[in-house]
Nanobody
Framework: QVQLVESGGGLVQPGGSLRLSCAAS???????MGWYRQAPGKERELVAV???????NYADSVKGRFTISKDNAKNTVYLQMNSLKPEDTAVYYC???????????WGQGTQVTVSS
């Protein structure tokens, strides 16, 4: 079992920045790590993913504004969010997908609100 704990959410004005962190209870070396978000009344959607080998992929809506990174030594994944827009408002969830098995794990989520 892998526990994921997100932090760094909050209220920010449009155009502002936030950095989310996701700390895992075990090594993330073998995991593809992702950030998802879910806005009220909408389905959960993929925001960004970083593979076990370090490759990255982003949703079109966040390309050029968000950056996903990881520190394997700290078992932590980050999501740097710049130029935030009101439509980025959502609960952001961390996900860990084990490349050695079909197991996937979710964090409890952190709220991001972009509003003036």
């Amino acid at each position: 079992q892998v526990q994921l704990v997100e932090s760094g959410g909050g209220l920010v004005q449009p155009g502002g920045s936030l950095r989310l962190s996701c700390a895992a209870s075990t090594s993330i070396f073998w995991f593809n790590m992702g950030w998802y978000r879910q806005a009220p009344g909408k389905e959960r959607e993929l925001v960004a993913v970083i593979t076990s080998s370090g490759g990255t992929n982003y949703a079109d809506s966040v390309k050029g504004r968000f950056t996903i990174s990881k520190d394997n030594a700290k078992n932590t994944v980050y999501l740097q969010m710049n130029s935030l827009k009101p439509e980025d408002t959502a609960v952001y969830y961390c996900n860990a997908a084990d490349t050695r098995s079909p197991k996937r794990y979710w964090g409890q989520g952190t709220q991001v609100t972009v509003s003036s």
